[in-house]
């Protein structure tokens, strides 16, 4: 670099290393602490199985290494030093990001018995023991991925005291509730590029999820490589696919963060793309295009015809080249099929072979398939669809229906994985997903049946997402559910759990995820300018309605783009449980709170003040002027809220009819209108309710 | 997908396109508008050549065809797509992504001569025209990098008008002014990653610049594979480097967009990564290890053996083989190299050869390594101190040391590249950068001397940047030299160039930059929490220090992790020119001026309002408490402000030794703290300055 600036006599000054590490270590202060001044702030999401913590701390410093007791392991070395980033960036302190080699004395060390499976299982041991003394951490685990899991522990333990930052004394010794804890990726419906999906995998990660789930191909896109069958991407996509080596690099990146990959190919619904791209797989006539629009389409593979299975068994077969894990998902759902109960070449099929209807049809199908997967040494896993007698016992349901669903596949004997409470396009906030149990202790199931609920599966359906909007849909939200399948059953403290993942939130945000900032990218490309102050408290007081609710109002299809005012908000913003909690606890005793009291009026006082700043904005921005109405609603309802904190305070009587053109305000504002809600609408209601008239 | 709630019917109500055709066009507004309504605003960044507006407009609907009117070319397909994106995504309305096929009908007609050249050149006609009718629009061009050109313009043009987005009624005749608009990236002294180096690209195609500059080797880092001299990276790097699929990739991306790849190589300074790798290369002792620390390195390559000439022809010709572009980059700068000066065997050759010095010796090298280069059919580019009379002609010289080196080496025949004025880590105001002309109409060169030279180079060093820092160091400032390089001379009106700058920030976060994201996901990061509206008002008042300031203050290395409350805050923030302007017109006639006087009162007491909460904040964070001081003496100022503004608007004078405590404090501010600096120091100095005592 020409640095005009640069003293003649620095290059000599600086020629040694020595001379730089002086120079680091006194740019930042690193004295040591009495480790007794340091209490511990528990911000571990999952919380682990069981901790003790002591007070005091280990104090980081530039001389900070990380080695492994006696094994060197490449997965290993990658988890470390990716943990050793994390921290360097957390705090400044710039301690070397690379591992030393085993056997090397350092402040961090692993004992690690194995590396692990080759390919890892729903077995593997994914326990670890985590202790910090005085003297440094020490992780001890079975296998490398059990070390993972405890190096993500280390790494959200660091916190700050007085000017430093310290590792708290703590105990740990964790292993996950549930062996299979998933997120399935929708990249069908609309394709998401791999850097999309490498830092989902980063996010998985840090919350202790293990398997990615990835649903490959659908109705409006096949999104893998085949090479035997080039044109089912080819035809059976717009041109947006991963390559097979795609595949294998995110295999590898998954299981370099401890993370199998269970891919999904969609059958014998779900398939228009395999139909468009190789016509003679169809049971009617193939469809014309590709789908742009969304919902359950008519179009089934032939279960009828052998050619269907050759088909099937040479791209499986393909397929399991590049998917090692054990698992692999044929989807098996919402198969209308109106081809099965008019086609007479397939009802004479059916006849023949005695399958009375289309279910006992697509249980024959499964039957073939699974025959297939079994030649592959794969297990079948799809969803409740294809739980059917007729299937031996070793497959797998992801249950979208629920619960009891899943239940009544593990009393048959089946296998089972929870989906149903996990749906993030449902919009609902992280509690309730929080509160779902896959396998509650209430249960009926006998001991026996609860080890077949083998976990449960985040679900995040792609028909309303983008590359832009989908990490603040998955994202935090996952995280408590992360916690769910991993930390014990009673681990349901819903203040405890928002007050963690607002933490956890900004070190995904660390990895390179954009949940938090994608709400004020939006805004300022929704109104052209950079000044949002006023829009981005505006925004504050909305949420995305749920994938159904938009469908009826906007008929949302795959060209539909996703650049509105709903794309911009998120799911379960913090006003959603601010104001909920405020008011929950301003009602306790309206008459003396003031704190909740003065918090509550500010907030909704500040949401009302932003509406006109925001109405001119919206003169200037057709897609933003889609929120007009909720722009006329918001100072209204806030007014209705000022009055019945104002009334409650006081203890005063409403007017006649008051409450009741209130609750009507509400009613008007619970209307669908520019796809989102009023976060406040449930605590606005207790308010009014609590007056009296 | 599972969809519990789907309707029966809707499949079925579905499955034809053309109903999906119809209740798309129901569920936007693209109602046809009367032209005359819509007034044309100029965003337009770099401005056009030419440019004429009437009133009118085309409205924007589904239907929006795109096609060249003769000539398929899949770099123009490609350029037409990303063009047509981006007005989706920024409209919201959902026409068709994709060019169609050549001759189609289209409301976006392209008629363009030819592919252009197969390497491009610096003589490629990037020259467009574009004119937009009630009908449509419709770009000509010699070439497909001039199409791309008029696509970047169009997309631009597109604007708001009532419930509609239009192109407004323009005709433009544009070309570049120079022929040469680069921006150079350091990759040696912090590595970036390849997504990075792509919407950097992104960016600078959107503003029409044409070179990427690839600075790959440095004394702290070797970044580019060789096959033939693995160990330069192996040994030469910290694992951090570009494979030669990469720069294959990256070349071909850059190409896509009508940008050329110019590689740098430096020697035989700032090259102790070649050195570590290869001993025998070193002039004197080989240095112990790539350096972390900065500064000028006393190793230089041995310019007395034949070896380090056979070395560095197969490496350039293993290097040409991956960048094509007709020039290549020597670096040549810096090279203090002490052991030319002690070295016996060195002397002896410089007096075999009569080479009295070691700038002679230099040039001797340069001479050998232009024979190199020419044998490989490259032009040889290289920092100033390359020119010598020992050198032909036709090199070109990149300078560092200003506007008279560049004109010197015109007088004497070379051409040239202005880059110092350019330089970003100075952490200057768009306005400096903006205004500093690479040729200016005074300039006393001949017309032939002026021709030589050849346009400028933005310079993006890499001392204290890192992967998350480098979008806002880059952008947007880079958006208002783009246009130096490219429009008129005469376009120097800064306020209007701020006013479209903030408009091609917006447009640039949505090709993925995060230059305007990055500051809350810091401050996020640094406070641990989410409720950063006070730090964010408190850090708008700052601007990181420059790259020299810091270095004195902070020492920074390759080691000093980036992510202090400096990194967190942009360079030429809109507090700086919005409360400079302010001022200014304030100061015009402080006894009348009601407006500007309250936008400045308002500004100054916000954030000055925010200290406290940020102070709390600065407790739970050592990284954030740096600023401690700053913060300390944010609210002393802000009360300078007022007082002063009081004492202008109501024409009193000041009480005696008031100015002189006032300025006092001001130059006690300007001191360095925390490596950032408050942006409103030089207005608040006028202000104080203007109160009469």
């Known amino acids: 670099m020409k640095i005009r600036f640069w003293p003649a006599s620095l290059s000599s000054s600086l020629s040694s290393i020595a001379a730089v590490t002086v120079i680091l270590a006194s740019s930042v202060s690193f004295s040591q602490m009495s480790p007794s001044s340091v209490t511990f702030t528990n911000n571990l999401m999952p919380r682990p199985a ?83 003394t005085s003297s440094g951490a020490r992780i001890e685990a079975a296998t490398v991925v059990g070390a993972m899991h405890g190096l993500e522990t280390l790494v959200q333990l660091v916190q700050p005291s007085g000017s430093d930052y310290v590792l708290p004394l703590v105990s740990i010794k964790d292993s996950p509730r549930f062996r299979w804890r998933g997120l399935m990726v929708d990249c069908g419906r ?40 080039p044109r089912l991407t080819g035809i059976g996509s717009n041109g947006l696919f ?22 999904e190919f969609e059958m014998p619904g779900h398939s228009t793309a395999w139909q468009v791209a190789y016509p003679k797989l169809a049971s009617g006539t193939p469809p014309p295009a590709v789908r742009t629009q969304f919902g359950i389409a008519p179009f089934a593979l032939d279960p009828t015809r052998e050619e269907t299975y050759q088909f099937i068994a040479r791209f499986l077969g393909e397929m399991a080249t590049l998917f090692p894990d054990a698992y692999m998902h044929i989807g098996g759902d919402e198969t209308p099929a109106p081809d099965w109960k008019t086609n007479p070449r397939i009802l004479a099929f059916m006849k ?11 249980a024959y199908f499964n039957t073939r398939v699974l025959k297939i997967l079994t030649g592959l040494h794969k297990h079948m896993v799809g969803w409740d669809e294809i739980l059917n007698p ?51 202790s209430s249960s009926p199931l006998t001991p026996e049946q609860r080890k077949r609920v083998l976990g449960g599966e985040v679900c995040m359906w792609a028909e309303q997402l983008d590359e832009h909007t989908i990490d603040s849909r998955i994202w935090p939200r996952t995280a408590a559910i992360a916690e769910r399948f991993w930390s014990p ?78 794309d911009a908000v998120r799911p379960d913003p913090p006003s959603r449980y601010r104001i909920a909690k405020l008011t929950q606890s301003f009602l306790k005793a309206p008459q003396s709170d003031t704190a909740d009291q003065a918090a509550l009026n500010q907030w909704f006082e500040g949401v009302s003040n932003s509406v006109p700043a925001v109405e001119q904005q919206m003169k200037h921005s057709p897609l933003l002027a889609e929120a007009q109405t909720r722009a006329e609603q918001l100072p209204g ?12 305070s006081t203890g005063a009587k409403a007017p006649a009819g008051w409450k009741a053109g209130k609750l009507s305000e509400i009613e008007t504002a619970k209307k669908p209108s520019a796809v989102v809600r009023f976060t406040f609408i449930d ?11």
């Open 489 to 566: 059953e009673n681990v349901t403290d819903v203040d405890d759990m928002y007050r963690r993942l607002n933490v956890v939130s900004i070190q995904l945000e660390g990895l390179g995820l954009r949940h938090l900032s994608h709400e004020d990218a939006a805004l300022r490309s929704l109104a052209g300018t950079q000044n949002i102050d006023q829009l981005r408290t505006f925004a504050s007081a909305f949420e995305p309605v749920s994938f159904h609710d938009r469908y009826q109002e906007q008929r949302t299809s795959q060209l539909t783009v996703l650049n509105r005012f709903v």
């Open 50 to 132: 069981s901790l003790t913590a002591t007070d005091g701390g280990f104090v980081l410093t530039p001389e900070f290494r990380a080695a492994a007791t006696h094994f060197d392991d490449p997965r290993l070395d990658g988890a470390i030093h990716r943990a050793l980033l994390q921290i360097r960036q957390r705090t400044g302190v710039p301690l070397p990001a690379k591992a030393a080699p085993a056997g090397t004395e350092a402040q961090l060390t692993l004992a690690v018995q194995g590396a692990g499976e080759k390919i890892q299982s729903i077995d593997e041991d994914e326990s670890y023991s985590l202790a910090v």
């Open 683 to 693: 605590p606005l209601t207790s308010l009014v309710n609590a007056v009296q008239e």
């Open 352 to 362: 023949a072979h005695h399958l009375k209807d289309s279910p006992a049809l697509q």
């Open 390 to 440: 007729a299937l031996p016992k070793d497959i797998v349901i992801q249950s979208w229906r629920g619960e009891a669903s899943l239940a009544k596949g593990a009393e048959q004997g089946y296998q089972g994985i929870l989906s149903a409470p996990y749906y993030l396009d449902a919009m609902k906030p992280a509690a309730t997903h929080y509160l779902a149990d896959p396998l509650p």
């Open 190 to 229: 609309h394709f998401e590029p791999m850097d999309v999906l490498k830092r989902t995998i980063d996010g998985m990660a840090a919350v202790k999820l293990n398997v990615f789930h990835w649903h490959l191909t659908e109705d409006q896109g096949f999104r893998i490589e085949s090479k035997l069958y």
């Open 242 to 263: 991963y390559t097979q080596q795609d595949a294998k690099d995110l295999v590898a990146y998954a299981r370099a963060r401890g993370i199998r990959v269970v891919p």
């Open 637 to 648: 309802l806030a007014k209705t809220a000022a009055e019945a904190i104002h009334l409650l």
